[in-house]
């Protein structure tokens, strides 16, 4: 354990510092970068901007913009809606608090509709803003909290609103009558945090928007659009998509930072055995609770973001452990793991508790990562890989105060897309970051939006276009004719029914299922019904926002799981059975031997049983059997196939095809996520050395989702690309025959059973030789 040394040595020698008694030649460190210091540009306030705007700014400290704030807030003023897409604590509020604070102190009638994904967010800025203390300005929260009595108030005289896309899709549009005033006067509207709309909820999302505007057209107005943005590849374009109208980006960072020292980590294997005998490697959880532990010994302010609340618990834990080891037990109390759950009050005692270095050390989960008012910290750690790019440059922009140097340590955990980041550092440094993917056309989001858009407002013939392709919109809204959900009259289409329509814009169809706990009888959660049955099935270990439950009884019935708090040593992996039909291929390319296709596809699966594992070790303990019925979902894939000869060639007979096409599909679906911005939950796949549809060895990928959800088809877009990466993370891996880290998926339905590492190499380098070399960063889906 190295001792104190304060923090003011250089990072590279802190870094040093942390691989202290590591034998020569076995250092976790794979790569070093060091991002250099960029100075602040700031520029004149925009002239528009009043007095009394700029002096309240200035009294809180912003004594002039940085040129990327002036920049956006000058395109929004000029009626251009406008997306600034720039790292943490970059100062993005400040690009949109211009133009609508301005708006609002020039004529109080004028109106701003903020939204955000969370609740906790839209606190944030309320606090934000009524700090201000602008006499014009009458910020307000409209949310599922805000209470009846306060309603009517909010809508007749609070002219900055902020809410989020539910209440915006559930409250405030389908009673848009009542909500004319503010309607009627609404200057602009201000997406927050929108690289968070993705998949099946930004599907949703940008047909809830859509709906906002023909609102708003209605009531005479066309407010312009300032979005916000984590740095996201093609921001410009998935605004545009987002919003459904052009959009300019202002990417150009102008705020400082200091010098950072980014180090990715590997922890190494141990003399452990997992699943199959595969060597397990350190967890990644113990492995960040030891460095904080040094870093607090160094002196150095570290915030070290862990995936579930347990790990971040445990990696405080281990932290404490450590510096009481070391003799250093006056540190403990110096050290925290924050617990997920989204008081603000609770992140405001955080918050200061780390500025004043009261606390040295916290350990807290991803969930802290938006809207978290902390930039001024010398070390940032990441225990796996938080889902994106753009999260990962979020989370580490949290490290370097004005001036100092910073030091960020990514910690891989035994997954192969980890794996593949810490030994190809390009792809963390070298590239842009990946696109937000979502499908606004997805025929499952299109369907229930127009008819929650024809219950608000009839729709027009000539307002088709505004919901998407005019041919594909027009099909869409006679099929809901023909179901009877809308009716067709010469004006446009109309709702009839007297019921409001249904559409769960956070869900995926099937009906959610309630998590409830069987003790207290208060509702934990939901889940989503196209995840239940692998989620809450009888006997699963369930985490909810990182507390663990174990379900009692999940009943298919009353789509209720019951549910207690428990904490047991093991983790459950259900097993299941799935087959996949091709409906059609929307798109289908020979390159030699290998056929490469796009379309849809009817996945059909069982859940059969599931399986416990020991925390910490991964080893089977039992299997136990379930009896739920099978699923179908109609969804898009991509898929290719080889015929049996070429594998012949190049030395996969048929009795190796069915390894090695399982292990190319665990892998792939782990990498995808460097490609779209999902989870590796949000995808399946299927892998087979015969398929019916395709008479050849097939390799499919789909997404999870009814009506795909954009995942699959970008996956196809950067096919080459996605599948050089999976070769790779599959062969950096020093395991002898697949573990966790390359082959292995926790979610698999067969037990990783078979894998056949080299062979998945094998595979991948006969379809890479056929498919053109791959570009750097395939463009996104038109
Ligand atoms: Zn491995
Ligand atoms: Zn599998």
Redesign the pocket.
């Known amino acids: 354990m190295p001792q104190a040394t304060g923090r003011d040595a250089g990072m590279r020698h802190l870094l040093d510092r942390l691989l202290l008694g590591t034998p020569p030649g076995e250092s976790p460190v794979t790569h070093v970068e060091e991002l250099p210091e960029r100075a602040g540009r700031p520029v004149e306030w925009p002239a528009w901007v009043p007095d009394v705007l700029r002096d309240r700014l200035v009294a809180r400290g912003v004594s002039a913009p940085w040129a990327h704030q002036a920049e956006a807030a000058e395109l929004a003023r000029a009626g251009r809606s406008v997306v600034v897409a720039t790292g943490t604590a970059s100062g993005k509020s400040l690009a949109y608090q211009l133009p609508g604070l301005t708006a609002l102190v020039d004529d109080e009638r004028s109106r701003v509709l903020y939204v955000s994904p969370t609740k906790a967010l839209a606190a944030d800025q309320l606090r934000t803003l009524s700090s201000l203390v602008l006499p014009s300005v009458r910020p307000a929260l409209f949310d599922g909290d805000t209470p009846r009595d306060e309603r009517d108030w909010v809508r007749a005289h609070a002219n900055w609103v902020l809410t989020n896309p539910d209440m915006l899709h559930r409250g405030i549009l389908p009673g848009h009558a009542r909500w004319a005033p503010f309607f009627r006067r609404l200057r602009y509207v201000v997406i927050d945090e929108c690289h968070s709309y993705r998949g099946l909820f930004g599907s949703h999302v940008a047909q809830v928007l859509r709906r906002l505007q023909r609102v708003c057209a209605q009531y005479g107005s066309s407010p312009t659009f300032v979005l916000a943005s984590a740095t996201v590849s093609t921001p410009a374009e998935s605004a545009s998509r987002l919003i459904g109208r052009p959009v300019t980006a202002v990417t150009d960072d102008a705020s400082p930072h200091g010098s950072t020292v980014f180090a990715l980590w590997e922890p190494p294997l141990t003399a452990l055995r997992g699943e199959h005998d ?1 060597p397990v490697r350190r967890a990644a959880g113990a492995e960040a609770g030891r460095l904080l532990a040094d870093l607090v010994v160094e002196g150095a302010r570290t915030l070290a973001f862990v995936r579930s609340r347990r790990g971040a618990e445990f990696a405080a834990l281990t932290a404490a452990r450590h510096l009481t080891e070391a003799g250093l037990d006056q540190l403990v109390p110096r050290v925290a793991a924050y617990r997920a759950g989204y008081l603000p009050e609770e992140r405001r005692v955080l918050e200061a508790a780390l500025s004043s270095g009261e606390l040295l050390g916290v350990a807290a989960t991803n969930a802290l990562e938006l809207g978290l008012d902390i930039s001024s910290l010398d070390a940032v750690v990441l225990a796996g890989y938080p889902g994106t790019l753009a999260s990962l440059w979020q989370q580490a922009g949290r490290a370097g105060r004005s001036g100092a140097q910073a030091l960020v340590v990514f910690v891989a955990r035994d997954d192969p897309l980890d ?1 593949y980041l810490v030994h190809h550092p390009a792809a963390v440094f070298g590239r842009p970051v990946e696109a937000t993917v979502f499908d606004p056309e997805n025929p499952y989001v299109l369907a229930p939006q127009l008819c929650c858009a024809a219950a608000e407002l009839p729709i027009r013939p000539d307002e088709v276009g505004a919901f998407g392709d005019v041919a594909g919109v027009t099909a869409m809204l006679d099929e809901l004719v023909r179901r009877g959900a809308l009716r067709r009259r010469p004006a446009g289409w109309y709702w009839t029914r007297s019921e409001r329509p249904e559409a769960d814009i956070r869900g995926t169809g099937g009906g959610p299922v309630s998590v409830v706990d069987a003790e207290t009888g208060t509702l934990v959660g939901t889940v989503d019904g196209a995840a239940a049955h692998t989620t809450v099935h009888d006997g699963a270990v369930y985490l909810h926002q990182g507390r663990t439950y174990v379900v009692e009884q999940f009943d298919l019935d009353a789509v209720v799981a019951l549910v207690r708090a428990d904490d047991p040593p093991w983790s459950t992996a259900a097993r299941d059975v799935t087959d996949i039909a091709i409906v059609g291929a929307r798109s289908s390319r020979r390159h030699g031997p290998v056929t490469v296709s796009f379309g849809t596809v009817d996945v059909t699966n069982q859940v059969v049983s599931y399986v416990r594992r020991r925390l910490g070790t991964g080893e089977l303990i039992d299997e136990t059997e379930l009896e739920l019925p099978a699923r179908q979902l109609r969804t898009a894939a991509v898929w290719y196939s080889v015929p049996q000869p070429a594998l012949d060639e190049i030395g996969l007979d048929q009795t190796l095809v069915p390894g090695a096409a399982h292990a190319a599909e665990h892998a792939a679906i782990g990498l995808l996520p460097l490609f779209a911005a999902c989870d590796r939950w949000d995808i399946g796949g299927v892998s087979t050395a015969l398929h019916p549809d395709t008479g050849e060895p097939t390799v499919f990928v789909y997404d999870g989702h009814p009506g795909g959800a954009g995942f699959a088809e970008r996956g196809h877009d950067a096919l080459a690309a996605w599948l050089a990466a999976t070769r790779e993370a599959i062969a950096a ?1 020093e ?1 002898p025959s ?2 966790p ?3 292995q998926s926790p979610k698999c339905g067969n037990g990783n059973e078979p894998l056949d ?1 080299a062979g998945a190499v094998n595979l991948l380098d006969l379809v890479l030789t056929h498919l053109a070399p791959p570009d750097a960063e395939a463009d996104p889906p038109a």
Do not use: F, N, Y
């Open positions: 595969a794996t891996c395991c697949g573990c880290s390359c082959v590492k």
